[in-house]
């Protein structure tokens, strides 16, 4: 039997009548009527067949999970479930890691990295003749809107594949004075908010040196990585140099704790990066960790206003806040706080929520319930607490997990919203006078991911980015990515740089 999806069927007409737009404010000064309702226009999903059931992909093959036990793996947008994800025991992932391990004794880490690199180009090749499909299933599994899987992640994922395959055969020129060797088996653990990137960011590099991989997807967001397995098939990818194994936390500890391990690369929460940290000191497995993020938007009085609002709107509602270096902190020099606030208030309601097929859409579904009872848990606190929140008010989708874009003011540092990860698209208004007072407050959290300046001073810009305590700043833009760029983290964003050179550095021991 054949899943097909169908995105025509996402919403009832009942649910949202005219098409997925927002309902116009109250306030009629602000009200746009029908002139922003655009016409439905979905993406075509229905030449994409997503099969029921789902296996590992371990030596190069397809196998059945040893547990025999399945899950399911569910659209967001609509809570119907798409297929069947094979759940991976510790047997299984110890099947993965030998195979792994015997494809990077006899083949991969034997082979020059010229011929690394020609995989690594064919692979990325595929992923752009296949990008449509790709952008289309991540959508439908994940909840993101087609225009960002479409447009950011999958042209990322395949720049990522190009860009190490360039470094495959020029390794020994990539650290001057030193040779890189590759580590052995990498195990990888992904989160659910960039499937494939992430995917892209820990495998390209790791192949490139010459390692082998068991990567492990997210529960709710596994199809695109087994998708990425058939590609790996097609480029004729030795078998066992990459290999796929699906579950939830329980599997992702059996690749931690597996001493055929050489080397870890998790991306998720702070709180699970913390136990893997524990989990293996004093042994020999190399670990980066890229954990959360609370990023802090500093807005000067002089930087140019509507660009600025545009920056700010995207770093915070991009794929639904859902993002480890979402500018969700908003500091606005005192001068123009009402300003601000009053183009925020017009802003998020010409964004438009729903159908994430749908080309128009701007906010998609929110990844799962569990995150979704998260996020509105702490913006109650934040309610509790005595900020404000502004929400557009909008007709949403009767299934499907959803949150309308939002912002709180009368945000204070004590709150928790200030200073706590709500990974969805909430913003946290706070204002300053100074420079000082914006690193002072912009620093005083436990994370350090990133940052974003937006002033017309260069000077400023200088001044600030030596002060922020953050892996990666933004000057009047922001979620600007690119495979040559180095991103991580300081303190409870963890350690370890993906991107660039220092990427490749995560995968080699140098001598
Ligand atoms: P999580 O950290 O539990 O999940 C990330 C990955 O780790 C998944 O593949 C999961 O199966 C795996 N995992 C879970 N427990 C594990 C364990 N004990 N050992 C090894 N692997 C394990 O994140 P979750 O629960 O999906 O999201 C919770 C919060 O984490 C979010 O609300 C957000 O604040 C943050 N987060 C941050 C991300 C980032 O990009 N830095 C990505 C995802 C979540
Ligand atoms: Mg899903």
């Not at 990066?273 to 990023?295: D, N, P, V, Y």
């Not at 706590?420 to 994370?447: C, D, K």
Request: aromatic share 10%; proline share 6%; with cysteine.
């Amino acid at each position: 039997m054949k899943i097909k999806a169908k995105p025509a069927r996402i919403f009832s007409k009942r649910a949202v009548p005219s098409s997925n737009t927002i309902v116009p404010l109250k306030d009629r000064r602000l009200n746009f009527g029908n002139k922003w309702d655009f016409a439905p226009a979905p993406e075509d999903s229905k030449s994409y067949v997503i099969s029921p059931r789902h296996e590992l992909f371990i030596g190069g093959k397809f196998a059945a999970p040893n547990s025999g036990k399945y899950f399911p793996s569910i659209n967001p947008a609509t809570e119907q479930p798409l297929t069947m994800i094979a759940s991976a025991n510790a047997a299984d992932v110890d099947s993965a890691v030998k195979a792994a391990r015997k494809a990077y004794e006899t083949v991969w880490s034997k082979l020059p990295g010229r011929e690394r690199g020609k995989y690594l180009y064919r692979i990325a090749r595929i992923i752009q003749e296949k990008a449509r499909e790709l952008a289309v299933l991540e959508t439908i599994d994940g909840g993101k809107p087609i225009k960002e899987s479409r447009d950011v992640d999958l042209p990322l994922v395949a720049a990522h594949f190009f860009y190490y395959a360039g470094w495959a055969d020029k390794l020994k020129y990539a650290f001057p004075g030193k040779l890189p060797h590759p580590l052995g088996v990498a195990g990888q653990i992904i989160p659910w908010n960039f499937p494939l990137l992430m995917a892209a960011w820990k495998i390209a590099p790791a192949l490139a040196c010459g390692n082998t991989v068991v990567l492990k997807p997210a529960e709710t967001t596994s199809i695109t990585a087994l998708r990425l397995a058939q590609i790996f098939q097609e480029a004729e990818l030795p078998e066992g140099v990459v290999n796929i194994v699906t579950g939830a936390g329980e599997t992702g500890a059996a690749i931690v704790r597996h001493p055929g391990i050489n080397k870890l690369a998790f991306t998720g929460s702070t709180e699970v990066g913390k136990q893997i940290a524990a989990a293996i000191a004093g042994t020999q497995k190399k670990l980066t960790l890229e954990l959360g993020g609370k990023a802090a938007n500093i807005l000067f009085e002089d930087a140019p206003l509507d660009q600025a609002i545009e920056g700010i709107i995207n770093g915070i509602y991009f794929n639904q806040g859902q993002v480890c270096c979402a500018g969700s902190r908003l500091f606005v020099q005192e001068g123009i706080y009402s300003t601000v606030i009053k183009k925020l208030r017009h802003r998020i309601q010409t964004l438009r929520i729903g159908n994430p097929l749908d080309k128009n859409t701007d906010i998609g579904a929110i990844n799962s319930r569990p995150q979704l009872e998260k996020i509105r848990a702490l913006v109650q606190s934040g309610i509790a607490e005595g900020a404000e929140l502004t929400q557009t008010p909008c007709a949403l989708p009767e299934k499907g997990y959803w949150f309308a874009p939002a912002f709180l003011t009368g945000v204070t540092h004590a709150h928790r919203v200030a200073n706590e990860e709500i990974f969805g698209p909430v913003l946290s208004v706070m204002t300053f006078r100074t420079p000082e007072e914006a690193f002072e407050r912009a620093n005083n959290i436990p994370y350090g991911l990133s940052a974003g300046v937006w002033t017309d001073k260069g000077s400023k810009i200088f001044k600030l980015v030596h002060k922020l305590r953050a892996g990666v700043i933004w000057a009047n833009t922001y979620n600007k990515f690119d495979p040559t760029s180095p991103f991580g983290g300081y303190r409870e964003s963890g350690f370890g740089r993906e991107g660039g050179l220092q990427g490749l550095a995560a995968y080699c021991r140098l001598d």
